[in-house]
């Protein structure tokens, strides 16, 4: 069955304890905390403090999702704050390489991000060793943005790939998540929804029936 991955950055940060208690009591699988720098995106969110905070009041997979650059210099305050997963856009550092080592060799999860500018052969060199492709069907910057349509068929792509190679990524897509471009992309196979405005900008903090509609 699909995971849910709920973002955190459509959350009411003044609510912010209460909703993560909310996702951590629902059927979430997943928390995805959307880490923007004002840089690799013209938007700036949170740094690793939340995801140490976070970490202490849910059991949930934390599915830290960095829109910064450079990736390096800051990975390792991503992997010590509790992190479980961590993705990053490849071409936002010269040493993704590298980067993929670090985290696995922390013994927790990594992944990489596809711009809806860059193509999936882009990394087809990461993927023996990644556990998470998440395809970005937004530009990365923003929730609450109308779900890319085109991006779709890297899902199918990356099915393949996996297929072929025999790879053990899951893979997520990430931005415009709604009842109807989610049902779209499970029947195209995907293993993630990440979900922002359509589940957290709701008033009623029961997420339980959107997330069981979901899946
Ligand atoms: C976009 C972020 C997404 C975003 C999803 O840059 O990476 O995770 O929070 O939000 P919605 O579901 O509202 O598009
Ligand atoms: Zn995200």
Redesign the pocket.
């Known amino acids: 069955m699909v995971k849910i991955s709920p ?1 955190i950055l459509s959350a009411d940060l003044l609510k912010i304890e209460e909703e993560v208690i909310s996702l951590d009591k629902s059927g979430a699988d997943y928390i ?1 905390i ?1 880490i923007m720098d004002g840089h690799y995106v013209p938007n700036i969110t949170f740094g690793p403090n939340i995801v140490k905070s976070i970490k202490s009041i849910t059991t949930k997979t934390l599915d830290v ?1 960095l829109m910064i650059e450079p990736v390096e210099p800051y990975i390792k305050e991503f992997i010590d704050a509790g992190s479980d997963i961590i993705s990053f856009h490849p071409e936002a550092d010269n040493n993704a390489s590298q980067i993929i080592d670090i985290i696995n060799n922390a013994s927790i999860k990594s992944g990489i991000a596809i711009h809806p500018d860059k193509n999936v052969l882009d990394f087809e060199h990461l993927f023996k060793k990644i556990q998470q492709v998440i395809v970005m069907t937004v530009v990365p910057g923003f929730g609450g943005q109308r779900f890319m349509e085109n991006q779709i068929q890297k899902i199918k792509e990356l099915k393949d790939i996996r297929k072929e190679n025999n790879y053990n990524f899951e893979i997520s897509v ?1 931005g415009g998540i709604n009842n109807e471009t989610g049902k779209l992309c499970i029947e195209n196979g995907v293993d993630v929804l ?1 979900v922002g405005s359509y589940l957290l900008s709701q008033d009623d903090q029961n997420y339980n029936k959107i997330i069981n509609a979901l899946k």
Do not use: R
């Open positions: 973002s995805h959307d999702h990430d990440a």
